[in-house]
């Protein structure tokens, strides 16, 4: 079996450096007709006007606001207190 060396030169193309250039302003053009077009309307402008509303419970388990809550919470706390 025979071993071929094969240099780079065979493989190089002279209008590489040319076409790489071609590409990376292109892109960059891109990028700059994109941010353009983001600076002149925002996305969602409802979202940047309010802040986001904290919660402040799960929605699962809603405040017991009934009649004898607070009886309820705190003969929950007791027991949780016996247990130790």
Request: aromatic share 8%; no cysteine; glycine share 2%.
């Amino acid at each position: 079996m025979k071993r071929v060396v094969v240099g780079l030169e065979d493989f190089y193309d002279p209008n590489y450096k040319e076409e790489y250039q071609n590409i990376v302003s292109l892109s960059q053009q891109q990028q700059q007709q994109q941010e353009e077009e983001e600076e002149e309307e925002p996305r969602s402008p409802t979202k940047q006007q309010y802040p986001k509303k904290k919660r402040t419970r799960p929605s699962s388990r809603p405040a017991d606001t009934r009649q004898g809550a607070s009886k309820r919470r705190a003969a929950l706390a007791s027991r949780r207190r016996k247990k130790y």
